[in-house]
């Protein structure tokens, strides 16, 4: 069974840019859910998905958005890029109804 | 705002030796995880633990809940070399679906041979 897939790896992007970044969840899990993990905050939570809504969000600026499609498959976006969003983002799946999530190897996305 | 303290932050021990990292909060957990991350990885699930009181052991780990459902600790005995890594903790405060976990910080763990 394949694990969770997140692309790209690595990003470098430009104060000010936009920048999107995809996750596949596990096959047959619906809720994926996007954290940021910095060294200075460790892993804080973004958003969760569930069925194409979002059904919570942490508390992080409107810059921050995600979706989900109809195959489950999410996407987050950052607009206007600032240095502080250099972190590692990751995507977790889980089973309808469990709190465990299954992560991917995470996005590397450095803002110089 | 639910908070997770985990302690200690850092650890270095030799190898053979056996240590306890503990995770507390001031909130009930409905459930708590323990996962362990790798240098440019994503975390890797090692337990989930539901019930007050409740132990898991896994090899050389063993994972405690404390009774009140507001803290737990993980024990390694003998450790290896390869348990190095950053160990988190992270506590549902919903009960069922992933409405968002809470991280502990971690703990960064080193053994050394």
């Known amino acids: 069974k394949a694990g969770v897939t997140q692309t790209p790896r690595y990003l470098i992007k430009t104060r000010g840019q936009q920048v999107t970044l995809s996750c596949s969840p596990i096959?047959?899990?619906?809720?994926v859910s996007w954290y940021q993990q910095t060294p200075g905050q460790g892993l804080q939570f973004l958003f969760e998905?569930?069925?194409?809504?979002?059904?919570n969000k942490g508390n992080f600026p409107g810059r921050f958005s995600g979706r989900q499609f109809s195959n489950s498959r999410s996407e987050m976006n950052v607009s206007t890029l600032e240095l502080g969003d250099s972190a590692l983002y990751l995507c977790?799946?889980?089973?309808?109804?469990?709190?465990?999530?299954?992560f991917g190897q995470g996005t590397r996305l450095t803002v110089v | 705002t639910q908070l997770l303290e985990q302690s200690p932050q850092f650890l270095s021990i030799q190898e053979g030796e056996n240590l306890t990292v503990y995770c507390n909060s001031s909130?009930?957990?409905?459930?708590l995880q323990w996962y362990r991350q790798e240098p440019g990885e994503g975390p890797v699930l090692l337990v989930t633990?539901?019930?007050?009181?409740e132990v898991k052991k896994l090899k050389r780990l063993t994972f405690q809940f404390g009774d009140a459902r507001k803290d737990s600790s993980l024990h390694i005995t003998a450790a290896q070399p390869g348990d190095t890594g950053l160990y988190l903790c992270?506590?549902?405060?919903?009960?069922?679906?992933?409405?968002?976990?809470?991280f502990g910080k971690g703990t960064h763990l080193i053994i050394q041979p």
């Open positions: 977790a799946s889980n089973r309808q109804g469990l709190s465990e999530a299954f």
């Open positions: 096959s047959g899990h619906r809720s």
């Open positions: 633990v539901v019930t007050g009181g």
């Open positions: 909130s009930v957990f409905s459930s």
């Open positions: 998905y569930f069925s194409e809504t979002q059904r």
């Open positions: 992270a506590g549902s405060f919903s009960g069922g679906g992933a409405d968002g976990l809470t």
